[in-house]
């Protein structure tokens, strides 16, 4: 390989981020106008008997990829990390929807209660690429005893 005009490769090395950086803004302005914004925030388990300390619990650390009040951040707008997201948010929905919760009957509640009693237990959800970003859906111990005790309809244990 011989050597090449140096100015010649600065250009085409400059021009080539400059398209890159115009195609990246581009694509992100184009997801931010997708219609993904909340349009009305509802709160969850509204006229439901879920007790007030485990609704807590569940909105903080399950209400963006469980429910229609999804906090969409920042860089859920850029590609190709917005794929990950929406698509995430998009099966968290699909599998239970708490913005829904009032709509599901008797049996599926108690259904995704164990679900949702499980996945805690096992410290499966919130997943940890989650908590990783969003600190405050991390669960404590207490956390978990909480939703456990509503979930399989036990009292919290004492520690």
């Known amino acids: 390989m011989g050597t090449g005009n140096p100015a010649l490769a600065r250009t085409r090395l400059a021009a080539s981020i ?65 794929n990950q997201i929406h698509t995430d948010v998009k099966m968290g929905r699909a599998f239970m929807d708490l913005s829904k919760w009032n709509a599901y009957s008797e049996g599926e509640q108690r259904g995704f209660r164990v679900a949702i009693g499980s996945v805690v237990e096992n410290h499966q959800m919130p997943p940890r690429k989650y908590v990783w970003m969003h600190h405050e859906a991390r669960l404590s111990r207490d956390d978990i005893q909480l939703v456990k005790a509503w979930a399989f309809g036990s009292r919290p244990q004492p520690r």
């Open 18 to 82: 400059a398209v890159t950086s115009v195609a990246l803004a581009l694509a992100a302005a184009a997801s931010n106008n997708a219609g993904n914004e909340i349009v009305r925030e509802q709160p969850l388990f509204a006229r439901s008997n879920v007790p007030g300390p485990v609704r807590a619990i569940l909105q903080r650390a399950c209400q963006d990829c469980h429910s229609e009040n999804t906090r969409w951040p920042w860089y859920s707008h850029i590609p190709p990390i917005s």
